[in-house]
């Protein structure tokens, strides 16, 4: 049961979530993935927040997208995208626009960065295009 | 079963592929900051992120926190969203108490106040979830059920081309979370849960999405004082990054969300 839980919360996040504009085909797909990176997190205590933000992705650019954080959370920021994206790379930035050192996972058009804010915030997440071409994204995050 | 077994493996994956990833080198323009996406739906932290960030700094007395009942019959479409917000946020600190009965009834009044939104039916229905986790002491859902009770409120707002009061729902949790945050850490200061209290951009947001609501809903006297309350606000949460608030930063800020929130539950709005 407890194992359920995950896909139950991501469903249910799935289902909820309150759409800035109408969603693609694409973006949705995109969004199912990115919950299925954070719902692995899920299994170590992290929450899905109930929230997320799809754009597209174009080569040899990013999406950022502002973030605010407490300091003293720990944080999982899960991307997902689809075809023709091919791969994908999510980092983090202070205020300042300074990277930090984050924890990281990457499966092809999948991928997530985890860290710890020293300081509460605004962090800016970005989610690059490493390879492929233009397509749909999907950003979430989870915190314990 | 192949769902499970393919999240397993993520999972797996996650683990074993862990390592320090990004170079430091990296650095962002200022322009390039100024262009980053901010949106409701994943800029602004949730009440419950607010609660778990200070309760890492030991016990907190969350019933200590409760308000009484505030009146859930207000005229006001703007006050009604504002206390629509503040009482979410009190949803979740019974969650962290862990108390069934006060969830239950606040349940019950966010039903109340979202109905004379006219918002939708579908809502009754969170209603009886909220009561069935309650009665399971079933409080990780519960939070869950918060979150998308607010969101499913915001939903429908936005269908009902009430997309300005969405703002203020979410401005009404923040209030209420931070009166909360401030008055648990005057009660036992630490400096480490006063560094949450550091959010000047989320305030600076905030502020900038009511300057973007109508002209009519900005000139109502409740929304234009919290809007203007909100810009002292913003000064009294903006800390340098390397310094914690002292307990004397920690009352300011407390006793200015304390007189935002007497004047957004208060029945008879400000003239």
């Known amino acids: 049961m407890k194992r359920c839980l995950p896909i139950f919360l991501s469903l249910f996040v799935l289902g909820t979530s309150i759409p800035v ?13 990115a919950l299925d990176v954070a719902a692995a997190f899920s299994n170590d ?10 754009g597209v992705l174009k080569p040899h650019d ?29 980092s983090v930035y202070d205020e ?13 058009e999948k991928a997530a960065a985890g860290f710890s804010p020293p300081n509460s915030g605004q962090y800016f997440v970005s989610v690059d295009l490493v390879e492929g071409e233009e397509g749909s994204f999907c950003l979430v995050y989870s915190y314990k | 079963m192949i769902r499970l077994a393919r999240l397993g493996m993520l999972a797996f994956f996650t683990g074993v592929s862990l390592a320090v990833g990004a170079e430091e080198s990296g650095h962002l323009t200022a322009d390039q900051l100024a262009k980053a996406v901010r949106s409701d739906s994943i800029s602004i932290p949730t009440p419950g992120e607010l609660f778990a960030a200070l309760g890492k700094t030991g016990k907190t007395n969350w019933s200590g926190q409760y308000r009484g009942p505030i009146p859930v019959t207000y005229q006001n479409r703007a006050q009604i969203a504002l206390n629509l917000g503040g009482l979410i946020a ?23 106040l979202a109905k004379a939104l006219g918002v939708s039916e579908k809502l009754l229905g969170r209603g ?31 269908s009902h081309a009430d997309q300005d009061l969405v703002i203020l729902v979410t401005l009404g949790g923040w209030i209420r979370g931070t009166q909360v945050v401030t008055s648990a850490i005057i009660q036992k200061y630490d400096e480490r849960s006063a560094r949450v209290l550091r959010q000047p951009a989320l305030v600076h947001f905030m502020q900038s999405k009511i ?3 109508s002209p009519e809903l900005r000139g109502e006297p409740l929304v234009k004082d919290v809007s203007q309350q909100l810009g002292e606000i913003e000064k009294l949460v903006s800390f340098p990054p390397d310094k914690a608030p002292t307990v004397e930063d920690v009352r300011k800020v407390n006793e200015a969300v304390g007189k935002a929130m007497t004047e957004i539950q208060s029945k008879e709005p400000p003239k």
């Open chain 1, 45 to 54: 205590g992290f929450k899905i927040r109930d929230g997320h933000w799809c």
């Open chain 2, 90 to 112: 009190d949803g979740f600190i019974a969650v962290e108490a862990k108390d069934s009965q006060q969830i239950k009834n606040i349940g019950s009044d966010i039903i109340k």
């Open chain 2, 128 to 158: 009886n979830s909220i009561n069935e986790f309650a009665d399971n002491n079933e409080w990780d859902t519960l939070q869950e059920e918060l979150e998308a009770t607010q969101n499913e409120v915001k939903l429908s707002m936005q």
């Open chain 1, 21 to 33: 504009r109408a969603q693609t085909d694409a973006e949705v797909r995109a969004r199912k993935d």
């Open chain 1, 96 to 108: 300042t626009g300074k990277q930090v050192t984050t924890e990281s996972y990457n499966d092809a």
């Open chain 2, 211 to 213: 300057n973007e609501v």
């Open chain 1, 62 to 90: 990013h999406v950022l997208v502002a973030v605010n954080l407490y300091a003293g959370n720990q944080y999982w920021f899960s991307a997902g995208a689809v075809e023709p994206v091919k791969k994908i790379a999510v």
